[in-house]
């Protein structure tokens, strides 16, 4: 059966029955992640309207900021294709610089989130203050400490790809990154809607 | 094995990027000043969001690819059938199924949020 | 320094219960015992080679397996004590609060500690070995789940000496479980040990559904699978689904409890109903988690007892799938009570209701595959025909439960504890000592005795029935569940109740005992096809070689073995040999949820120190990993052939 021999034509990452192994379990695993997200978005809309004494979130969500930060997240899921495009064109280089790129983007959606979070707790909004703030620091919470996570993990990943190039292992390691970061965009694309959009417009 | 570009220019991931921004700015633009009552703007904003994520797993992610496509395709729908059930089930069943129109009971707080809900 | 003291009789460990006492000096016992016996014979370094950086999944399956009997026991205990109490309740056996706390640990162990990693290990003995696999698909991975259960395994037992037991119910609802009402650590340990034992469950999930999807041998389509694959197969994406929904609840609460959040709280505004919400949108899928894979055994053992081949694979198969579907939409019959409208509570009635129709289609199967089979009574197939009845009467009374209206009757009564043991033990339980029983020669080289085996049996089965069958009638006399009081009228039934129970226990006893029995006296097995089996596990000899198969067979059908037997095929073709490459070993898992525990244990007692402490600890297995480029090894063709040749005794 050709599913578990190694080939060797097609994309490196690929080319083992290992690497394929791998990277269909990461799969499995971002599907357990949209359950996982799933219950906070449900946590989240049912504490929907429960602010007690705190400020509303239609007095807080500032739709500039907002839009930066989605637009922050968008463009560094793109620029994380390309990195993965470059990859399977050989190049190393041009993955590297790509894949710089995007953590440059990821650490500035990073740093406006933090900014975010300081300001609603300084304008009396934080996990404490209500129901409603915290299923919305919980959700939103999450999702930026995958951001970190993703940061990270492509971090170790850079020194590696250095130390050994571009190998079977290395690029299926790049690859799941890479779903993980564009998956990461995913959720972002929800919390954006049901979350901030939502939340201005009721 | 299917991965049709490995050379040459990344035309798919241009494509979805250009798409996504814009998706992100019309419904930005539906949700704020398009005027539409509540419900509309919910469900169209959702749907664009979900048109997003497709482009997302399907143009960036490469879902479809090796024999495993069909398999990770059919983990996403699993996926998005328990989110949707998760959260739609939920917000139902925590609404204690009172209906605004002809609600049998339940204490006012649980009232004030419905009116929050709906508007 | 005086106040450390303090501190450490006041609060740190449990103080004035004499059967604590009693527990933790034969806690201590025990591990002086261990750790003098292993000393002594020198055995420390064994155990760290053989077993806690393993990761065959044959040793960690049976590593799985001894830890749930040892957790059955604690769980036993537990109900055992209950039983006192409710029989003489003038002795004031247990006050309330340490009944409370009594049935709080035995639910959660009997569920998470117990059912699920006995089944789970029987999963990882045996699912390899039915697809033709060297191992699973990712046999590092497999190592972090099971020492994750390990270890929350233990965080959640040291509860009772260090800190005190939860007890919330094994559903832990709020806002009993919160922080207003329950300060101190004792829900934290819940919530943290179930926590991490529960990361563990999902890694396995994610691994066995790659395993059997990827990693068949050839010929082996997937309507060729084994019935207990598939039932594995199909619990794997249950898990899957479900297990991020616990983890998501257990850290609300979790936060609520840490850091003052508002999820499950009377005040600021939240909602404790939103708990068993959540609760049972993981809580409903996982019944079904303990209950398919002992589905998939019963099938097993059924077909090769009655010496027929399964009546209605296909059907077996679909219906798997649909409980599958539907033990997603069924949750809220959990909390009909709660007043949701008239049309939440009708849809999740009838979506409980048709899910019964599927497991009937699988009693249809089990008895059409009987039918006219010459059955052969050994102790496995005895769990199996014990099985059906007494699942049915579960079932069947699961069905009076779900219709909403009848339900506010039942509800909490004991109705409902008769109906879930019903189907958990007649079910479950019952599942885990005939696939015991009937892997046993696979997995140790030898049977279980067969007479203790009955005897086991007979006693277990005829005292799960005395024990619980009262218990409904209990239900409609309207005594509660989870009171540590009783009426007079009550006694009766109760006492009945008590002497199953006392049954039950003898039951358990034989069977631990039978496994030293058999371990001294019973014969040998000098090949690998103990009962005339019919799938792939029965093809490799006994002892299984760590790389299960020399060369993996071309399957040609169902029943692979059944037709290998036939054309006198085996697992080892001389010519066909070639070197096996085989992962290597780790200590990193052990290491790594080592300090899981030491973080989750910092977390219990909101010492934040060291719960980042245990997280660095966690994060830099992480890295070493990462960095780790171990590609495993080879195992020689001159080494394969000499192993194979001493366990064939030199045929072929
Ligand atoms: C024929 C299929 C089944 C039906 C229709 C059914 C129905 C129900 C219903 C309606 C309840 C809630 C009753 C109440 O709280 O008042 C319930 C409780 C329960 N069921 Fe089932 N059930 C079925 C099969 C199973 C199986 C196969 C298992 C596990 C192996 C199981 C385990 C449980 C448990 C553990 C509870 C109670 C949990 C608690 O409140 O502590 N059930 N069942
Ligand atoms: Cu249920």
């Given amino acids: 059966m050709s599913a578990d021999t190694d080939l060797t034509t097609g994309p490196l990452e690929y080319r083992s029955h290992e690497g394929r192994m791998n990277i269909l379990g990461f799969w499995i695993f971002i599907g357990a992640e949209v359950a996982l997200f799933s219950t906070l978005f449900a946590t989240y809309a049912v504490m929907f309207g429960r602010t007690g004494d705190s400020p509303v979130p239609a007095e807080l969500f500032e739709l500039p900021m907002v839009l930066i930060m989605t637009f922050l997240l968008l463009t560094s899921s793109f620029t994380c294709g390309i990195a993965i495009h470059e990859m399977r064109r050989g190049s190393l280089k041009g993955l590297l610089t790509w894949l710089a790129i995007t953590l440059v983007l990821g650490l500035g959606f990073l740093g406006f989130e933090i900014y975010e979070f300081v300001h609603y707790i300084h304008e009396g909004a934080s996990l404490q203050s209500s129901a409603f703030w915290s299923g919305f620091f919980l959700l939103t919470g999450t999702h930026g400490l995958h951001v970190l996570l993703g940061i990270s993990w492509a971090t170790l990943l850079i020194v590696q790809l250095r130390q050994r190039g571009l190998t079977p292992v290395t690029s299926r390691k790049m690859f799941i990154v890479g779903l993980y970061w564009h998956f990461l965009d995913v959720i972002w694309i929800f919390i954006f809607t049901s979350v901030y959009l939502i939340g201005m417009v009721v | ?119 | 320094m005086e106040n450390f003291i303090n501190f450490l009789v006041d609060d740190f460990f449990v103080t004035g219960e004499p059967l604590i006492y009693g527990a933790m000096v034969s806690m201590a016992l025990v591990s002086i015992a261990i750790v003098f016996v292993l000393t002594y014979f020198k055995k420390w370094g064994y155990l760290w080679r053989e077993w806690l950086t393993t990761v065959d999944h044959k040793k960690i399956g049976i590593m799985y397996i001894i830890a749930a009997i040892a957790m059955l026991f604690r769980g036993g205990v537990d109900g055992l004590m209950m039983r006192i109490q409710l029989t003489l309740p003038g002795m004031e056996f247990l006050d309330s609060q340490h009944y409370n706390e009594v049935f709080t640990t035995h639910g959660t162990i009997m569920i998470i500690f117990m059912a699920m990693p006995f089944l789970i290990g029987l999963m990882n003995y045996i699912i390899p070995l039915q697809i033709g696999a060297r191992d699973v698909a990712f046999p590092f991975l497999n190592a972090v789940s099971f020492w994750s259960f390990a270890f929350g395994a233990l965080l959640f037992n040291i509860s009772f000496v260090i800190g005190g037991s939860p007890d919330a119910g094994w559903t832990n609802y709020a806002p009993m479980a919160g922080e207003n009402l329950n300060p101190g650590p004792s829900q934290n340990y819940y919530l943290m040990g179930l926590q991490v034992a529960g990361i563990g469950t999902l890694a396995t999930g994610i691994n066995f559904l790659v395993t059997i999807l990827k990693m068949r041998a050839p010929g082996m389509k997937m309507m060729r699978l084994p019935i207990f694959t598939w039932s594995s197969l199909i619990t794997s994406i249950i898990i899957v689904f479900a297990f991020p929904i616990l983890t998501v609840a257990l850290a609300l609460m979790t936060v609520d409890r840490i850091f003052g959040s508002h999820f499950f709280t009377l005040t600021g505004e939240g909602m404790p109903m939103m708990w068993a919400n959540l609760f049972w949108l993981w809580g409903h899928p996982e019944v079904y988690i303990v209950i398919l894979p002992a589905f998939g055994i019963f099938s097993e053992v059924i077909s090769t007892f009655a010496r027929k081949q399964l009546f209605g694979y296909k059907a077996m198969v679909i219906s798997m799938v649909i409980i599958a579907g539907l033990s997603f939409v069924v949750w809220v019959h959990h909390f009909f009570t709660m007043g949701s409208g008239a049309a939440v509570n009708s849809f999740f009635s009838v979506t409980t209701m048709l899910i019964a129709v599927p497991t009937g289609v699988k009693i249809f199967n089990w008895l059409g595959t009987m039918y006219k089979g010459r059955i052969r009574f050994d102790t496995p197939m005895l769990w199996s025909l014990a099985f059906i009845p007494c699942f049915v009467i579960g079932g069947v009374t699961g069905v009076m439960l779900a219709m909403a209206a009848a339900d506010y009757q039942y509800h909490n009564t004991y109705f409902l504890v008769a109906h879930f043991h019903y189907v958990l033990i007649a079910g479950t339980v019952f599942g885990c000592f005939a696939g015991l029983t009937f892997w046993y020669p696979k997995m140790f080289g030898h049977k279980m005795n067969e007479k203790l085996g009955k005897i086991s049996f007979w006693f277990f089965m005829i005292g799960f029935n005395v024990c619980f069958l009262p218990m409904y009638f209990l239900g409609f006399a309207g005594m509660p569940r989870r009171t540590y009081t009783i009426e007079p009228e009550w006694m009766p039934l109760s006492v009945t109740a008590s002497v199953g129970a006392a049954l039950m226990a003898i039951g358990f006893a034989v069977f631990v005992y039978n496994i030293y029995y058999s371990f001294r006296y019973s014969p040998r097995e000098t090949q690998g096809d103990a009962w005339d089996g019919r799938a792939l596990e029965w093809a490799t000899t006994t002892p299984v070689p760590y790389y299960n198969f020399a060369t993996v067979p071309k399957i040609e059908g169902p029943e692979a073995y059944w037709i290998m037997k036939s054309k006198g095929e085996t697992t080892y073709d001389k010519e066909k040999v070639e070197p096996i490459h085989m992962p290597s070993d780790s200590g990193i898992p052990f290491i790594m949820m080592a300090f899981m525990f030491v973080g989750s244990f910092g977390l219990v007692w909101e010492w934040i120190w060291m719960a980042i402490a245990g997280l660095i600890g966690v994060l830099v297995c992480m890295f070493i990993r990462s960095f780790d480029y171990d590609d495993g090894f080879h195992v020689s063709v001159e080494e394969i052939k000499e192993t194979e040749e001493k366990a064939r005794g030199g045929e072929k």
Avoid: R
């Avoid at chain 2, 798919?12 to 509540?38: E, N, Q």
């Avoid at chain 2, 139902?92 to 707080?109: E, I, L, Q």
């Fill in chain 2, 1 to 119: 094995m299917s991965s049709e570009h490995s050379e040459g220019f990344p035309k798919k991931h241009i494509v979805g990027f250009i798409a996504s921004i814009v998706l992100t700015i019309v419904a930005a633009w539906a949700a704020l000043s398009s005027g539409l009552p509540t419900p509309w703007i919910i469900t169209a904003i959702m749907v664009l969001a979900v048109i997003q994520a497709c482009i997302q797993l399907f143009m960036f992610m490469h879902m479809t690819e090796t024999d495993s496509g069909g398999i990770q395709v059919g983990n996403m729908l699993q996926a998005f059938f328990v989110a949707a059930v998760v959260v739609a089930g939920s917000i139902w069943t925590m609404s204690f199924g009172y209906s605004h129109n002809h609600d049998g009971g339940g204490n006012d707080a649980e009232m004030e949020n419905h009116e929050d809900m709906d508007h």
